[in-house]
């Protein structure tokens, strides 16, 4: 796969679809049919087609394997890079489609913890769970969200790291599916919100799927 490929404004509008996120999340981890997704999901068939073509005509997955089965051909795809927002794109982007990719992308993690919380993924003792609320102004802010862009690429890496030592040894060594989400956002206790408006936060890099 590619690396992070910045993505336009029309593009992100055309994410803000939940089973899009949910699509381009299994076609980031591996290759994978509309008929195989569809299982996977549990979604009809139909549906994934037609958001597995939607993703194919943006450029962020491609066709990469053709097969015969049963008198048909079944498509074989997988994530041509990992979008990223920049600054500029995400500023044209209506809020009421922003809240639509959150929200996609929210019930998506969702979704991923509750899965392996119950299957015991909180159970290794390097896991980690943290959540923090603190004030910060202005430079606070943006020297926060520099560290945590610096933090996905350190994450980037890793998986990169890994990938290549796979791929030069003749073992087959197990692996561990691990999950990452990084999170920055203005707002704390939902209890004590007192109704005013966020206002419009400093991003630096705004990573479309989080995994």
């Given amino acids: 796969m590619k690396r992070d490929q910045p993505i336009e404004a029309d593009v992100v509008k055309a994410l803000a679809h939940p089973i899009r996120v949910r699509i ?3 076609l980031d981890q591996r290759t994978a049919s509309p008929k195989q997704i569809s299982d996977e999901l549990q979604l009809p068939l139909g549906t994934v087609s037609y958001h597995v073509r939607t993703l194919a005509g943006l450029g962020l997955i491609r066709l990469v394997a053709r097969r015969q089965r049963r008198g048909a051909t079944e ?10 927002i920049s600054d500029e794109a995400w500023g044209e982007v209506p809020g009421i489609v ?9 019930a998506t993690t969702g979704e991923y913890v509750r899965a392996a919380a119950a299957a015991g993924g909180f159970n290794r003792k390097d896991a980690h769970l943290t959540r923090t609320t603190m ?7 943006r020297e926060l969200s520099e560290q945590l862009a610096k933090t996905f690429e350190q994450v980037r890496r890793l998986a990169d790291e ?11 060594p197990d692996t561990t599916t691990t999950t ?14 007192t109704g005013r408006q966020p206002r419009e ?3 630096r890099r705004h990573p479309a799927v989080a995994s």
């Fill in 24 to 26: 381009l999340n299994v």
């Fill in 201 to 203: 936060p400093r991003r």
């Fill in 98 to 106: 922003k809240e639509a990719m959150v929200g996609a992308n929210l």
């Fill in 135 to 141: 004030e910060l102004d202005e430079r606070g802010c």
């Fill in 75 to 84: 498509h074989f795809y997988r994530a041509d890079s990992r979008p990223v």
């Fill in 180 to 193: 990452v989400v990084l999170m920055m956002f203005e707002g704390g206790e939902p209890a004590a919100a």
């Fill in 162 to 172: 890994t990938a290549e030592r796979l791929a030069q040894s003749d073992a087959h």
